[in-house]
Nanobody, 113 residues
Framework: QVQLKESGGGLVQAGGSLRLSCAASGSILSTNAMGWYRQTPGKQRERVATLTSSGTANYSDSVKGRFTISRDGTKNTVYLQMNSLKAEDTAVYYC???????WGQGTQVTVSS
């Protein structure tokens, strides 16, 4: 099973930025469609961004225009650049292959208003 590790979360003021990273061993992230998800207590996990193997990105309406998903094939890492953060972006963020598989531990993002 693919082991994914998210990092880059933290505490930031509203309007600020963070860049999340998703790393895995091997070249799995370079050749597969990926997604970033987030979850807050008591709510279902929400998919916020996807990136196909050919580089097409899509975003949920809640983050469109503020978040950018990208891939660095040389580092086998997928990123989520988050700008203009809002308090409602506070959540644990996860990455995952769109084809399925396990979840990592996630990385906490907290936006103070």
């Amino acid at each position: 099973q693919v082991q994914l590790k998210e990092s880059g979360g933290g505490l930031v003021q509203a309007g600020g930025s963070l860049r999340l990273s998703c790393a895995a061993s091997g070249s799995i992230l370079s050749t597969n469609a990926m997604g970033w998800y987030r979850q807050t207590p008591g709510k279902q996990r929400e998919r916020v961004a996807t990136l196909t193997s050919s580089g097409t990105a899509n975003y949920s309406d809640s983050v469109k225009g503020r978040f950018t998903i990208s891939r660095d094939g040389t580092k086998n890492t997928v990123y989520l650049q988050m700008n203009s953060l809002k308090a409602e972006d506070t959540a644990v963020y996860y990455c995952r292959l769109l084809s399925g598989g396990g979840w990592g531990q996630g990385t906490q993002v907290t936006v103070s208003s």
